[in-house]
């Protein structure tokens, strides 16, 4: 080993006898820094990682090995040292590893020097080290097969130039075997052993932060393999001229083993999928616990099955085999109870007529053009999701997200498969489960409590519904066991004393058929189980179906094996005459919502939510009327969870930019709850940029174009403004709150409430009253408006949670009111309907499940607001959607795919930062390559003075 050890110092010493070292040195790191800040343009990309400096490392290794390499044994045949060498006491194996240990070390080095780079991204950006350890991880195991490769080929001739580029030449096919420009011109079957072959589709799986044994053993192969070859090639130099013997033969048998052994470890390993580690924070690549938990609910036979073509879109092929290494995750992880099949539609027509016809799922045609032709394919790109007789099927749209760096360049990546696949799952379990037995899920004994006077009392509706009531717990109790008890009192029977102890408890109080009816009875129903309560409403149509559906709805709340049913309020109106701001829109959060959740949509209209909603999600509400209150009120009082998106202002796009006051109909209800807005607008230093419409004078020529500006009213939140303890960020370091205003909150009214601010503004951020949001560069500079008033943080979203008492306490209802003084019944309703009694209640208090959340923004989760943030980073921007969906998932209990969602890989984005900001960090690295150039040239000085200072100490010894 001192031998070996001496060869290496030896040979990497020869690289700093010359300027050969700091040629490599310096191409590597100007190629290397021109790439990642000028080729892949970090600061527009916007996401903290670097991709780039490794990207292109498979192609840059190539060419530089190749230039280390190429001297190594052409040198020393041409010169007429390698006889010397072979003559000599030291094996050749060692030679030939010294030699490699040498030229590795020296890509080492230069490695080294490249660490400024991650660094610099850390301190701008949430770096996850993961990938960056990976990527020079991988980086090193790829150049010691190069240099494997360019030993061998440079021993087998003396010409330095004919070294160097039949290295390149053998090392550029090793890396073309997997690229996308080759496997696109097979089948996924071709493609997925091509790109087992290939050195760079090895290296792009371990750069993403997954350390597989089978890729490092590929590329240990390789190194074996060929310095194995170059081991022999020497010493059948030494044979030259003499005649083949036994020993000869045992070299060659010994050669090809060792060659043979390392090809077929490859193919041994290949099935061994488990020995493989996820670096990357939060394990985004590996199966997650809630995956497997939702995993474990599977009671029968779990379909996943994938349809991809042969021919598909090139930017897709290459994310075949991730799918498919994923989707034989799910079925190690299901133990049996999930079945994973790939197929071809377009090899199995009755599989394709079967797609098609019971799944819905078609070929998409994809417009593709190479230097030749251009062409149409149509191909498939969907996963089938189904389980009993629900099923889901997801397509290419729903499974990657792009990101265009350009009109010709797009970055296309799986969004978060396993988040996309997993909630699918969740859906079609739940969906299953929903219509099969209530109580399978609902682990603890549940009790009803009704609280409901005698028959005699009952309005004639009211008794027939106390007649279906006990049917309908009878049934239920039936199917449940022993897990559902049942309580029914009547609350005047012992003096009134249960009657106050419901009132101060639940804020029930007696009901009344109408104002001036002086009778009164009681009809309340409510579910508990532990410490968690649920009232059960009362259905607005009093028929027994209505009743069952009511109860089976406050059951599934006890359950966590059913959809949940979000209702949700949208403004009235549409976009006018095809223009964006004509009418606000929110496509994208509902069909974002439809993903995992069922959804109604309701204007509240009646005083009442649908019956069947576990969550009342408000958006952008407008002049809410007192019945659309009193519906929100009430379903509060009933421990429900309302998420409210409003402000005081509502903003124009139309034209130009325009705010105006705006009155949600909340107001007083937000106030009596301890919430109430200021009424200014947030300005933050620390913003998003706004694409406005630029016209330049060129030449007499007037050219407009889009250029992106700073905009304080676009609040750029960051994970230090998020609340990070409840999980409601998860899978978010950025968030973008537009024309968002602060919330005040009143701790006197909120002290026995449990408040959790949510976002907050920067400590740069102002407020401003005007509505004059229209930006002036040439007045106020950079940011286009003046500061006003102190700097601080400004609270924009919030939950409260806790006991609410009702805004109508001690008020009669709202619908009542409208009974009596007659007005016009809504559209549609029957007119017999309207001489039936009109039976309401108020509930005056709520449990302690009552929750609020509050985002201060009407504009925030319009489509026209997504869609311009979406222009503006060249993706799809969905971040405040995904808040509120964290929110609501939050609010239900679903936390299962709240972990899942914040392990998706687009979410790190850099700090915002100035073009001289920029600048500066661009410099400081060229600065910092010069600075470790320059370590290494000392170095090197003091290395060569002490080795003279040793040889004169020898020379001097030796002389006396």
Known sequence: MNQLFQIARKEFAAFFSSPIAFIFFGAFLAVTLFVFFWVETFFARNIADVRPVFAWMPV??????????????????????????????????????????????????????????PITVAFIGNLDWGPVFGGYLATLFLAAAYIAIGLFVSARSDNQIISLIVTSLLCGLFYLLGSDALTGLFGNRSSELLQL?????????????????????????????????????????RWAGNPSNRRHRQWGVITSLLVTNFIVGNLWLQPVGWARADITQGNIYSISDATRNYLAQLREPLLIRGYFSAQTHPLLAPLVPRLHDLLEEYAVAGKGRVRVEFIDPLENPELEQEAGQKYGIRPVPFQTASKYQAAVVNSYFDILIKYGDQYETLGFRDLIEIKAQSEADLDVELRNPEYDITRTIKKVLFAYQGAGQLFENITRPVTFKGYISPGDRLPQQLAELRQGLDETLAELQKEAGNRLKVE???????????????????GFRPMAVGLFDPGTFWFYMLLESGDQIVPVPLPETLDTASLKRSIDTA?????????????????????????????????????????????????????????????????????????????VDQFLMEGGTVVLSTSPFDVSMQWALSASPHESGLEQWLEHNGITFRKAMVLDPQNTAFPIPVQRNLGGFIVQETQMVSYPYFVDIREQGMEQESGISAGLNQVTMNWASPIVIDKARNNARRVIPLLHSSEESWVSASTGIQPDFRTYGQLGFAREGEAGKQLLGVVIEGRFDSFFKDKPSPLLEQKEAGEKPEEGTNEEDEKEPLITRVIDKSPESGRIILFSSNSFLGDNTLELASAALRTRYLNPVQLVENAIDWSLEERGLLSIRGRGHFSRTLEPLDRDAQQFWEYLNYALALL???????????????AQRYYRTVLNEGRA
Request: proline fraction near 5%.
């Open 932 to 946: 470790g150039l320059a370590v290494v040239w000392l170095l090197r000085r003091i290395a060569r003075q002490r």
């Open 197 to 237: 072959l290939g050195t760079g589709s090895r290296f792009e799986s371990i750069t993403r932060g997954v350390i597989d044994l089978r890729d490092l053993y590929y590329y240990l192969s390789l190194v074996g393999i060929f310095l194995a070859l170059n081991v022999f090639s020497l010493e059948r130099l």
């Open 555 to 631: 059951l599934k709340r006890f359950s966590k094996g059913f959809l949940k049913t979000v209702a949700v309020y949208t403004p009235p109106g549409a976009p006018q005459h095809g223009m964006p701001g004509g009418g606000k829109r929110f496509n994208w959060l509902q069909e974002k919502l439809r993903e995992e959740h069922t959804v109604r949509s309701s204007d509240l209209k009646t005083g009442r939510v649908p019956a069947d909603a576990d969550l009342l999600l408000v958006v952008a509400p407008e002049s809410l009327d007192e019945k659309q209150l009193f519906a």
């Open 488 to 506: 029914i009192k009547d609350p005047d029977a012992d003096g009134g004393i249960l009657a106050k102890k419901i009132e101060s408890e639940y």
């Open 60 to 117: 840059l290794l190539i060419f530089l090995t190749a230039a280390i390499t190429m001297r190594m044994w052409s040198e020393e045949r041409r010169s007429g040292t390698l006889e010397f060498l072979l003559t000599s006491p030291v094996p050749p194996w060692q030679l030939v590893l010294g030699k490699f240990f040498a030229c590795l070390v020296l890509v080492g080095v230069t490695l080294l020097l490249t660490l400024p780079l």
